[in-house]
């Protein structure tokens, strides 16, 4: 199977997409919290992580600085539809409904979430709503591909356990994070930050392959 030059790039864009993701989730939900406080039981660690942060909290209102923080972090979700893409063409020899069905519904759950986020932060919370849905078709798409994953052996079996782990693992770091979309987008984030290191190096691609039912 030949592996098309794009793909990489794809990769490389996912890659960016979860560091971003991943370093701006701690000044994003923080900002959340300074903005809005009392909306929320604060998480734990706030209070010790709040100091350090300052510099990053103070660039305007606090409501100026997590809706900024808002506006660059939603990008991420576009940042990870190429990697998607990328896989699914990986995909390309074999029928699987359930390979179809994570592909289609990762790239619903990926627009819907970006344009949900979007309107949360550029039009005062109108799409707070549309982005829940879409981080839950997300969840759904991530498990059906991590089995579509597990089945056809086209990247290592432990990537498709790492995509299955996501929708628990929202759950987990919703809690621990205790803000909306970063903490349900972190495990995510570091899933496709690890996808993304594998489409770029070719580590693991099973470049013959013979079909599947």
Not at 23 to 32: E, K, Q
Not at 157 to 174: D, E, N, Q
Not at 180 to 209: C, D, H, M, N
Request: charged share 10%; proline share 7%; with cysteine.
């Amino acid at each position: 199977m030949n592996i098309p030059k794009w793909i990489s790039w794809a990769g490389l864009a996912a890659m960016i997409g979860g560091i971003l993701a991943s370093i701006l989730t701690p000044p994003f939900a923080v900002a959340y919290f300074s903005a809005y406080p009392g909306y929320d039981i604060p998480p734990f660690w706030l209070q010790s992580v709040r100091p350090m942060l300052r510099p990053f909290l103070t660039f305007g209102s606090s409501v100026e600085v997590y809706n900024t923080y808002g506006r660059i972090y939603d990008f991420v979700y576009l940042l990870w539809l190429p990697a998607v893409f990328g896989l699914h063409h990986l995909h390309q020899v074999f029928s699987s409904r359930i390979e179809q069905w994570g592909f289609g519904l990762l790239v619903v759950g990926l627009l819907a979430t970006f344009i949900g986020v979007a309107g949360d932060y550029w039009a005062d919370g109108a799409g707070f709503l549309l982005s829940l849905l879409g981080l839950l078709i997300l969840y759904i798409g991530t498990t059906l591909y991590g089995v579509a994953i597990l089945r056809s052996n086209v990247i290592p079996r432990w990537c498709g356990w790492l995509l299955v782990s996501c929708l628990p693992g929202a759950f987990i770091f919703t809690w621990l994070i205790g803000h909306l979309p970063s903490g349900p987008t972190f495990p995510f984030a570091v899933s496709w930050l690890i996808l993304g290191y594998i489409l770029v190096f070719k580590k693991g691609i099973q470049r013959e392959q013979h079909g599947a039912g």
